[in-house]
T-cell receptor
Framework: TQLLEQSPQFLSIQEGENLTVYCNSS?????LQWYRQEPGEGPVLLVT?????EVKKLKRLTFQFGDARKDSSLHITAAQPGDTGLYLC????????FGTGTSLTVIP | NAGVMQNPRHLVRRRGQEARLRCSPM?????VYWYRQLPEEGLKFMVY????????ESGMPKERFSAEFPKEGPSILRIQQVVRGDSAAYFC??????????????FGEGSRLTVL
């Protein structure tokens, strides 16, 4: 059972545009993580959100944890080609689940 | 200061052969996770191990797949009698405390299995 659904699955945008990626679940998580994966490599942690309603910023990336701790979003401002990659949300206990993923392509 | 080391990076097997994938966690990490990934998809949890113990293997097929993390040496994911559907990238990740506590997993570069 996939607990973390991400949308959209694929996203192709022009350099300079803004975008938002969503991660939704019917389950409550004590924390959620966002990872980024580049082709041929393993995922790398971007951020962890813990408190409901929490907002964290990492340069042009803004992460938000839903008030009920069931969902999260990632907003990228003025996307750049270097942002291209697979974005994954993750969370859980012993079964540490990853979301279905959003494949982002930023066109120069 | 080596990261998570996986080998082989690429493995080709014929149907019916065995595949053995190895993972050396980061120094000081005693928690290991194995995931499977198909192209353009997320990672599917397979198994969570600590030294000498399988904590959760609910994501692993009950037949042909096994995993171990011995007291000494790397963690091993073993696939017996491989079939074409086993073709995928297999990622190993390690954590110092367990992902449910820290949320941070350090990943290897993956082992890409191709079954002919």
């Amino acid at each position: 059972t996939q607990l973390l659904e991400q949308s959209p699955q694929f996203l192709s945008i022009q350099e300079g545009e803004n975008l938002t990626v969503y991660c939704n679940s019917s389950s409550v998580f004590s924390s959620l993580q966002w990872y980024r994966q580049e082709p041929g490599e393993g995922p790398v942690l971007l951020v962890t959100v813990v408190t409901g309603g929490e907002v964290k910023k990492l340069k042009r990336l803004t992460f938000q944890f839903g008030d009920a701790r069931k969902d999260s979003s990632l907003h990228i401002t003025a996307a750049q080609p270097g942002d291209t990659g697979l974005y994954l949300c993750a969370g859980g206990g012993n079964q540490f689940y990853f979301g279905t993923g959003t494949s982002l392509t930023v066109i120069p | 200061n080596a990261g998570v080391m996986q080998n082989p990076r690429h493995l080709v097997r014929r149907r019916g052969q065995e595949a053995r994938l190895r993972c050396s966690p980061m120094k000081g990490h005693s928690h290991v996770y194995w995931y499977r990934q198909l192209p353009e998809e997320g990672l599917k949890f397979m198994v969570y191990l600590q030294k000498e113990n399988i904590i959760d293997e609910s994501g692993m097929p009950k037949e042909r797949f096994s995993a171990e993390f011995p007291k000494e040496g790397p963690s091993i994911l073993r696939i017996q009698q491989v079939v074409r559907g086993d073709s995928a990238a297999y990622f190993c990740a390690s954590s110092i405390q367990g992902a449910e506590n820290t949320g941070e997993l350090f990943f290897g570069e993956g082992s890409r299995l191709t079954v002919l």
